[in-house]
Structures are given as C-alpha cells and as structure tokens.
C-alpha cells in the first residue's frame, strides 16, 4: 500500500518560515499531481497548492500566492512546500497529496495521502 509521509511541522512565529516536505513510503506509484492541502480545527480541509511531476506547472490558492512555493523532485516522487512570511491563520493540519490529474483543487481528486504534520504559526 502507498502510503505518504509528511515533515517539517512545528511552532513557528508570525512571519517565520517553514519548509514541509512529502516523500512514499513503500511501494510507490508515481502520480503527475502531487499537492498539498490543509486544515484548521472546525473548518472544512482547503486547497493549498498543486505541482505537476512532468512539467513542473503550480496552482496555488490565492491566500498563499507570493508567500508558499511548491516544488518538487521527479525523480524522487518528493514534494516540498517552502511557507514564507507564514500568519496565525496558517495555522493547520498540512496533508501532502497525490492523483493522476494535474491540475485539480478538490480532494477527491486525489488517491494517496499522508497522515498530516502540524503547522502552529503564533502571533
């Protein structure tokens, strides 16, 4: 089974950094999307930023725009996400994702997931 693994959660300061990465863990399937969602206590999980495997194209939501970046190392089906100038409402559960179609900012579009890393951003 496929399993994700998240890292590089923690406490952090309002206008801190952090970077979160996202690796498989056993048998892998490569999938071209490979993403990263989130989500606060009492809310809905929200999307938060998308990477093509082949062609390296981002879709970001547009309350991290200028502030995350995404990346990723094909090779290595990894993924990061580098979180710049980070504010208290960042503050989430961060689940690493991957499915076959690029692109898509539903999560059910996506078939393998981690188990979450915790991002406390304080003010």
């Known amino acids: 089974q496929v399993q994700l693994v998240e890292s590089g959660g923690g406490l952090v300061q309002a206008g801190g950094s952090l970077r979160l990465s996202c690796a498989p863990s056993g048998r892998t399937f490569s999938r071209n999307a490979m993403g990263w969602f989130r989500q606060a206590p009492g809310k809905e999980r929200e999307f938060v930023a998308v990477?093509?495997?082949?062609?390296?194209?981002?879709v970001y939501a547009d309350s991290v725009k200028g502030r995350f970046t995404i990346s990723r190392d094909s090779a290595k089906n990894t993924a990061y996400l580098q979180m710049n100038s980070l504010k208290p409402e960042d503050t989430a559960v961060y689940y690493c994702?991957?499915?076959?179609?690029?692109?898509?900012?539903?999560?059910?579009?996506?078939?393998?997931w981690g188990q979450g890393t915790q991002v406390t951003v304080s003010s």
């Open positions: 990477i093509s495997r082949r062609t390296g194209n981002t």
């Open positions: 994702a991957a499915g076959p179609v690029w692109g898509s900012m539903t999560s059910t579009a996506y078939d393998q």
